[in-house]
């Protein structure tokens, strides 16, 4: 790969260098111990941090001190921006949103309460420490820096922060946890277990072709550092099809480098017409086509051109990033003379090579770092392209809090074929696992369930074997360790489904059930055993209160509420044809369509996830982003304050609607902005002609007369189809037009007989 060591470190070098190093997340811990012991405790530390008081932090803060009631000053706090990416002061907020102001008016206490927070805010509130910051001295610490010994830490922690432990001539190590070492470990763990097969990750050969097939095709959600849809596509334009064209997409793809991509790609199709400046430059330059991405070719290109020194060639490619006139035009002259003095390379030629080195040179990036980073895209593309199912699990366990990023990969599984199979109390773990061929969804990802409650119910499931009923989970369940909403979630979630209960039951006699799980509990402990059994019975569950089911729609919001995303099925799933025929277009549609038209005008549907209000800092109006989500994904839609006042009346979470909107691509993401928003429901009711209704029994066609006997006319065509014993169909033609009202398919969807329906 042609790394070198003087990038790192050279006796010119004026400065040391900084230490990153990415660690397995879960074995961060051991690194930090190891690092104590080699060198001693008393010389490593943490490295200290300061919190300061900012908008929200110090609203609240002052009111906790003024004794104010929680709830009002939740609401004040509430109402200034947050954006840690880019924070706005207390003043900032009071300028840019009059209802901020009218509300901080209706009280006295609050006119104090922001007075006082104004007066303090930006002052430190704490000290912490460095996330990943650690020093290590050549003696004790106390004898270089000021020391103290944080109450939440076994480690001396600096009393200088960051900028300052440097200044004093400590080197600082980032010992970072990176997630995907600890993916990486997992699939290899996961692919032992299952398949009796040792993967050594280090040994692994560089020449994989399904490796490179999949990175060719752009499948690379998952895959270390490459997953973005502009990392895709410029992946699938060059055609990966080796380690060091993955590197050049990880380099080239960032602020700066991104310049260089269509000379790249350009250079790819046309290797004949690349135009290297100077023969010596061609092994150099060769690998990345013609152009010079990293720091390093910069520092070579000085050294077989014009004579550098490894080390003095670090300082020509620091003073061309810095861009400093003045070293500039010195390293100039010391090229130029170079140049001729070893290369006899005319005075003009030198000056443009010059130039053109110092345009690559201004982004070039650290070969070392991207072969690191290379590396680790290597292995995880290694991973998915030969044990997908493994590899999918192990990074859907190291994600499996983040409910966002689940539902992206429950997409990718769908493309890839692979079956996420439901939770379930006596199939699933606590995360992910793999499954004949399959993943069962983790209990703990479900939310509010916890992990540690998952952990206990596991364990006793593995002890003593399936619970074989309701009864019996209640009967060996623990009550301490789940509450109410943890059960519901469970519910929700479809964790019980194989019991045979309905779901609505078990939600509706959920308090029954956990006194019942209590009082069981209660009678273990007192050493207390059934009146008409031995020990090994346990008394029978209370029978269970009727409760009307859920239609399909509720049930899929029940799920969604546990589960983060639409699991089992979509909403939206029963209207997929209707809505091919009205021209929408899915959210995993829209990119390739938007390049494929000439408009940016698209039609898009979905289920509204949520809605975020914030104001405009400029004009002071309000607008909103609403969360959508479609059978192929989670979008977003930003709307302007006069189509947030046409539709909000309407935009409550759990609402279907059709959405107009204007997309772009920028910054790598698709964003959309709502021109035109409606309900599904009223949108499908201008367009639906024709109603199939599929039945094999008889209970459905009451409903159907009565409905639409109460709507009256309308432009409904309604096709009945009766599914006979003989497996023939039999086709009932209802006479005239008719309305349709929402509720009755409703109904029928609960209705015994009732097998399903579509609308054209």
């Known amino acids: 790969l042609n790394l070198l060591f003087e990038r790192f470190l050279n006796p010119e070098r004026v400065s040391m260098p900084d230490f990153d190093i990415d660690f397995c997340q879960s074995r961060r811990d051991e690194v930090i111990a190891y690092v104590q012991e080699k060198y001693g405790r008393d010389r490593v530390a943490q490295i200290i941090t300061f919190g300061k008081l900012q908008a929200r932090a110090v609203v609240r803060d002052v009111g906790r001190v003024l004794q104010m009631p929680y709830g009002m000053v939740d609401r004040i706090a ?118 009796d097969t040792d993967i050594n990750i280090l040994e692994l050969p560089f020449d994989d072709e399904k490796t490179f097939e999949m990175l060719k095709a752009g499948n690379n959600i998952g895959v270390f550092q490459v997953e973005s849809a502009g990392m895709r596509d410029l992946g699938k334009q060059i055609g990966i099809s080796n380690l060091e064209e993955l590197l050049a997409v990880i380099a080239l793809f960032r ?94 030629q030198a000056n443009h090579i010059f130039d053109q080195i110092a345009a690559f040179a201004g982004y070039g990036f650290n070969k070392a770092h991207t072969a690191g980073y290379g590396l680790v895209s290597y292995w995880t593309g290694w991973l998915k392209a030969n044990y997908p199912v493994e590899f999918m699990a192990a990074s859907m366990t190291l994600d499996a809090g983040n409910t966002d990023k689940l539902s992206v990969f429950k997409q990718e599984l769908d493309r890839m074929k692979i079956d996420l199979l439901p939770p379930d109390i006596n199939k699933s773990e606590v995360m992910f696992a793999v499954e004949d061929e399959k993943i069962r969804y983790a209990l703990c990802a479900l939310k509010g369930v916890g992990e540690g409650a998952m952990e206990k119910i596991i364990a006793e499931r593995k002890t003593n074997g399936e619970f074989k009923d309701m009864n019996g989970f209640l009967s060996r369940l623990d009550s301490r360790v789940m509450n109410k909403r943890q059960f519901e ?186 021109q035109i928003i409606e309900p599904l429901e009223d949108a499908v009711a201008h367009k639906v002609r024709d109603l199939k209704i599929w039945i094999d029994a008889a209970e459905p066609i009451q409903h159907i007369k009565s409905g639409i006997e109460n709507a009256g006319p309308g432009n409904i065509k309604i096709h009945l189809y009766a599914m006979l014993p003989d497996g023939h169909e039999a086709e009932i033609e209802i006479k005239g037009r008719h309305e349709i009202p929402p509720q009755l398919i409703s109904m029928l969807q609960k209705s015994p007989g009732f097998v399903k329906h579509s609308e054209g």
């Open 78 to 195: 509430k109402m200034i921006p947050n954006n840690p990416a880019n924070p706005i002061t207390l003043q900032e907020a009071l300028d840019a949103d009059p209802d901020f102001r009218l509300e901080i008016k209706k009280e006295e206490t609050s006119e104090k309460l922001i007075d006082i927070a104004l007066k303090l805010e930006g002052l430190y509130r704490h000290a912490s420490t460095h996330a990943a910051g650690l020093v290590i001295g050549d003696r004790p610490l106390h004898e270089l820096v000021p020391v103290y010994r944080d109450p939440r830490s076994d480690m001396p922690v600096t009393q200088f922060n960051m900028k300052y432990v440097e200044q004093a001539g400590l080197v600082k190590f980032d010992f970072l946890g990176l997630k995907t070492m600890t993916v990486i470990q997992k699939a290899v763990e996961t692919i032992k277990d299952v398949h």
């Open 255 to 348: 602020p700066g480098p991104m310049e260089n991509i269509p000379v790249y790609l350009e250079n790819v199709k046309n290797e004949d017409n690349i135009d290297y400046m100077h023969e010596k430059l061609k092994p150099i330059t060769q690998d990345t086509y013609g152009v010079m991405i990293y720091q390093e070719q910069v520092m070579q290109a000085a050294q077989v051109l014009a004579g550098y020194t490894l080390g003095g060639a670090d300082l020509l490619r620091r003073a061309m990033g810095k861009k400093i006139q003045s070293e500039m035009d010195a390293q100039r002259e010391m090229f130029v003379k170079g140049a001729n003095d070893n290369n006899q390379i005319p005075e003009e």
């Open 489 to 674: 979630g469970l519910i929700a979630a479809g964790a019980f489904d194989s019991f045979g209960h309905d779901r609505a039951t078990l939600m509706g006699n959920t308090e029954m059930m956990l006194r019942h799980a209590s009082a069981l509990a209660d009678e273990r402990e007192s050493g207390q055993s059934s009146l008409f059994g031995g020990d090994d019975t346990h008394s029978e569950m209370p029978p269970m209160q009727d409760v009307e089911a859920w239609d399909e729609l509720e049930r899929l919001s029940h799920e969604f509420g546990a589960v983060g995303f639409y699991l089992s099925a979509h909403p939206l799933d029963s209207r997929t044809e209707q809505l091919e025929k009205m021209g929408v277009t899915p959210y995993a549609h829209a990119a390739a369509k938007l390049s494929n038209q000439r408009s940016n005008r698209l039609q898009m549907a979905g289920i509204l996830i949520r809605k975020q209000e914030r104001v405009s800092a400029k004009s002071g109006n309000k607008f909103a982003f609403l969360q959508i989500s479609d059978a192929t994904g989670v979008y977003e839609v930003m709307i302007f304050s006069d189509t947030l006042a046409r539709t909000r009346d309407f935009l409550e979470a759990g609402t279907a609607l059709l959405v107009t909107v204007d997309g772009e691509s920028r910054d790598d993401e698709l964003r959309f902005t709502g």
